[in-house]
């Protein structure tokens, strides 16, 4: 178990609780499924059967009424009547007994509903018999044949259904004693498995926090002395930084040269500036014209619009037209037919003569608008001849612009070059401070082993971190608090060392000041950097 985390720990400790109680709910399953089955078989077959049979019973009871009932009637009627009452009874209890013998469950059930069963037939064979007698002979000879045949009978019957309640009866007891017995054995099973459980479940969950335990003091130990480690190395790490910021110090220098350089660069930017600042109007000057241009464009295309719907105007009339052409010819024809057939009676014929000249108005009106849309078009036509032409002139103004602007292009660029001699002057300035910062490097190499040791130390600590955040994932995570010296605040989990800050020169007197070959390569560099720009 060493090897597990928490989260296995506690989902082992949660398997072992789920595998009791399931332990506990499959015997508590167990033992009401037995007494489920004995109260079932209680209920659907010995209770029921026990009921029949009592109802067998009482059947046979009225019907032996009926019987003698029948001997002592003298009317033919009254001797129907009670034998159609004695056969209601009689299928009454057949349909019981065919119940019955769906509840049968065993051997001695069987035997005793087959003894039954053959009493009953001879029984009822009797019973025939003495109803024939009553009806059709004397009633003594009735009487005596109950007394001699049907009342042994009657007698042997009632006994065999005696004992069969009985058997019903004992079976419902015996039944019942075993359902108590079963929920007896059941409440103990129960409360057996549930002790048991709970001592298992104590064990486990104490042997399981002992082990977490265990592994968070070890691993909160651990971290105590890593974090010592690293406060050690922040202290020589904090020593190099120092010495990298005298470096600094040096290159400011230099970037007080570099800034002469761009002050020379500004002037030039400014010219730059001015020539922009015409390039421009000119162009602000050209989009002014391209606006004309385009709204002139704008105008001509609603002219060719308007020539285009004109065009389909004429095409539609000339299209009604040639329509009102070939009606009239149609007509025309019809009224010389018609005129043909008639004769001196000619109502056709005045009719047809009638359509005609309607055809003929609509000509005349459609051609008339067509000499309208014709002439409105070549309005528009001239319209767009000449919004072309002041396009044109639109565009020959931004061809000028164009070339002016190509003019100040060209300073611009003769500025641009000016430009490019103060950046080299520039690039010389930067290689000075690039030999600055290769004196800054060999500060950094030191720091660099200072930050190995610091990083070896540190991923020490990120391991123990991460496996106590294995083990304690989503839980408290101040778990222990410890001094870590004098002059250091509690460190737990997470928390920052802090530690008194010792004097840096102190730390390392011998990394205080910058080597004197340094110096003399910063005393060149400044001599240099002044001489050599132009102010």
């Known amino acids: 178990m060493s090897n597990l985390t928490i989260q296995k720990r506690l989902t082992l400790g949660f398997a072992i609780l789920t595998s009791l109680t399931l332990s506990i709910g499959a015997i508590g399953l167990i033992s009401t499924n037995a007494i489920n089955i004995e109260t079932k078989h209680l209920i659907e077959k010995e209770m029921p059967g026990t009921v029949l049979m009592l109802q067998i019973k009482n059947n046979i009871t009225w019907g032996y009424a009926y019987v003698e009932r029948h001997i002592r009637t003298p009317d033919a009627d009254g001797m129907a009547d009670i034998a159609n009452r004695y056969d209601i009874l009689y299928k009454a209890n057949q349909e019981l007994y065919k119940q019955y013998t769906t509840m049968i469950s065993d051997a001695e059930d069987k035997a005793l509903f087959d003894k039954l069963n053959a009493s009953a037939a001879r029984y009822g064979d009797i019973r025939i018999k003495l109803f024939d007698i009553s009806t059709n002979k004397s009633k003594a000879e009735a009487i005596d044949y109950i007394n001699t045949t049907l009342l042994p009978e009657y ?37 057996v498995a549930l002790i048991a459980a709970l001592a298992i479940a104590f064990t486990a969950c104490t042997i399981i926090t002992r082990k977490i335990t265990a592994a968070l003091k070890k691993a909160i130990s651990t971290i105590d002395e890593g974090a010592a480690q690293v406060a050690a190395a922040s202290s020589q790490v904090a020593s190099a930084s120092n010495m990298l910021a005298e470096g600094a110090s040096e290159q400011a220098a230099s970037l007080e040269e570099t800034s002469s350089s761009l002050e020379e660069m500004s002037s030039m930017t400014a010219g730059n500036a001015q020539s922009a600042a015409q390039a421009k109007e ?118 000028v612009k164009a070339r002016e602007m190509n003019h100040l292009v060209s300073e611009i660029a003769s500025a641009t070059q000016e430009q490019d001699r103060g950046i080299s002057q520039l690039t010389l300035a930067v290689s000075e401070m690039d030999k600055v910062t290769q004196s800054n490097a060999s500060n950094a190499e030191e720091t660099a082993s200072a930050s190995e040791e610091l990083n070896a130390h540190a991923d020490t600590l990120a391991e123990t971190v991460g496996d106590l ?4 994932e989503k839980s408290q995570r101040r778990s222990r608090q410890a001094m870590l010296g004098e002059g ?48």
């Open 155 to 191: 007698r042997t019957y009632r006994a065999i259904l005696d004992e069969y309640v009985d058997f019903n009866i004992k079976r419902s007891k015996d039944r019942g004693e075993s359902v108590a017995m079963s929920a007896s054995g059941a409440n103990y099973s129960i409360t």
């Open 282 to 399: 000119l162009a602000d000057q050209m989009r002014s014209a391209a606006d004309q241009s385009a709204d002139q464009m704008r105008q001509m295309q609603l002219a060719m619009d308007a020539i285009k719907t004109s065009s389909a105007g004429i095409s539609q009339i000339i299209k009604t037209i040639d329509e009102i052409a070939f009606q009239t010819n149609i007509l025309a024809l019809n009224a010389a037919v018609e005129a043909a057939r008639a004769g001196e009676a000619g109502a056709g014929f005045a009719i047809v003569a009638e359509e005609v000249r309607n055809l003929a108005q609509r000509s005349a009106n459609s051609a008339k608008e067509t000499s309208v849309k014709i002439e409105g078009a070549v309005k528009s036509s001239e319209q767009g001849v000449q919004l072309s032409a002041k396009v044109a002139g639109s565009l020959d103004t931004i061809v």
């Open 469 to 472: 955040v294995a083990l304690v």
């Open 488 to 535: 250091r605040q509690l460190i737990g989990l997470g928390e920052p060392i802090m530690q008194e800050r010792r004097p840096l020169a102190a730390n390392r007197p011998e990394k205080a000041t910058l080597p004197a070959r340094q110096k003399q390569r910063t005393l060149a560099f400044n001599s240099t950097s002044k001489n050599g720009f132009k102010h």
